[in-house]
């Protein structure tokens, strides 16, 4: 099947992540398959870990993005491997990783936020060319024309033996066809190697975001199930049955009327026409989504402060003596030496405070006897100012706290 037209493209994909409520309809249909001798996944003497998966040749990992400037323990970790790449497709897997890479890097908000990320390629041979559930080592196949979906316990183990804490997992799959899926449970996406707008679409629903596209069929399917697309529509961060909600990015032209979205014509909608959750071939997302990525990227990897040092201590004061004791903060945040349409962006504000006098500092500050004497407070706070966030939900991901409690030990 070719590529269709945008919208279409867009369209397919996005069935998956809502359908996520709608596993035990796919459970049931395992179950009837198995019944029928149609399913050896999961039959009970089959062990989904068997030495497909086992024999699968790893050749190591590549790290395809990671900034040196930012050294940072806790980078959200995202790995690209491929199911239904042979031993002679690996070039090909590899080289659409690093495609999907570049693609992503120069879309906002991860350009400015790559500094949060680190994207490594895993290898993975598999015995045959393109969806072979049975053959493959992570058991993908096409639920649906549009939907993919790997063998769960499969890439769950694989994820496990790679040794490093996984955030996300991208399996690109070896067909023609586009095909994509997010699945929350697992904690992976799927999307064809060759389509990297499909895989960022994915990500993003892996992050948190909705469809914003119209397709009845999925309302019909929810209906069917007695499921509410509506209830699921307002608990995301991109749809609503209220079109005022994104009125904060309205007010000054940043944002558009609210469209029909999020699967319906009328009763839900989406902050705008133009966004990549609502067609994968859009470039950039809309700034309602674009703010949710922000925040979320910050409350993955736990907000601008990676490490405060001396440490502090809830328990214990720390001494400050006669000679100068440094407190040093080492920070996440965006950069600026990307494309950027924000000319007012600014870095990181800290903001120091020794029993509530502000100390003008950046992240770093010394103290002895002479600024602080006896018990006192010193706290900080660093917050990203970032233009992209406006609501105050979305803002509290991009501050960070710290308080020690202080010594002095000079008379
Ligand atoms: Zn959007």
Known sequence: MKLRGAKEVGQFVAQVSIRRRGRCRLAVVSFAL?????????????DPLDDRLG??????????FDLSEFADPNKLEIVITGDGYTADEQELLRQQ???????LMIVDPFSRYGGLLR????????????LAPEQNPLGCSAMTIRRAVCDERRVRHWRDGLGWDVGETIVLLNVADPLGGAHHKGRYITAIGSAPGIAIHELAHAFGLADEYIDVAVVAEHVQRGASVLKIADSKPNCSTDPTRWAIWQKDGSL??????CYYTARAYSPSAHCKMRYTTEAAFCVVCREFLVAEL???VGGPLIKATPEPSPWRRTPIGVSPTTFRLDLRGPRYDVI????????????WKLDGRVIVAGSELSLSCDNARGASKLSVTVRDPSRWVRS??????????QTWWLRSSCR
């Open 298 to 300: 910050y409350r993955r």
């Open 340 to 351: 950027s349409d924000d000319s007012r962006a600014a870095p990181l504000i800290i903001e």
């Open 119 to 130: 994207i490594r390629f895993v290898p993975l041979i598999s015995a045959r060319s393109g």
């Open 97 to 103: 990783a690093k495609a999907l890479t570049d693609r």
């Open 256 to 261: 558009g009327e609210p469209e029909a979205g």
């Open 392 to 401: 105050a939900a979305a803002n509290l991901a991009l501050a960070s706290e």
């Open 55 to 64: 024999k699968a040749e790893q050749q190591g990992s590549e790290t395809l």
């Open 34 to 46: 198995m019944l029928v001798g149609c399913g050896p996944e999961y039959n009970g003497l089959f």
